[in-house]
């Protein structure tokens, strides 16, 4: 039988290749973070989605879907040039976004993060 470490050892992903210049050149020219690094701009995708650059590869976007409206926090690679989404992240619903958004209004979120920095 396997053991948990022999388990991971054969799941573990593949390395990411390098990016190409003209890609890079392309983030930085986006404006997609501020001064601070925050995510500064709204921009729109080819579908015309709504969507926040949080980082190099990781992106909030707003889109229809089945009738519901959803916020999707997503890990992004990239292949050919173009940016494509990752399995890693997930879709709230208006009513969990609201629900996380409360969270982080009323500074509960803020202060377990405090918390664990100590």
């Known amino acids: 039988?396997?053991?948990?470490?022999?388990?991971?050892?054969?799941?573990a992903p593949k390395p990411k290749k390098a990016k190409t210049k003209k890609a890079s050149e392309d983030e930085e020219d986006d404006g997609a973070e501020g001064e601070n690094g925050k995510a500064d701009k709204v921009q729109r995708n080819e579908d015309g989605e709504a969507y926040f650059d949080f980082s190099k590869n990781k992106r909030c976007t707003v889109r229809k879907w089945r009738d519901m409206v959803l916020v999707d926090i997503r890990e992004f690679y990239e292949k050919n040039g173009e940016k494509k989404p990752g399995k890693k992240g997930?879709?709230?619903?208006?009513d969990q976004y609201k629900s996380l958004r409360e969270i982080i209004m009323d500074g509960s979120l803020d202060e377990q993060i405090k918390a664990l920095e100590k």
Do not use: A, G, K, N
């Open 1 to 11: 039988m396997p053991s948990d470490d022999d388990y991971d050892e054969e799941v």
């Open 90 to 94: 997930i879709s709230l619903t208006l």
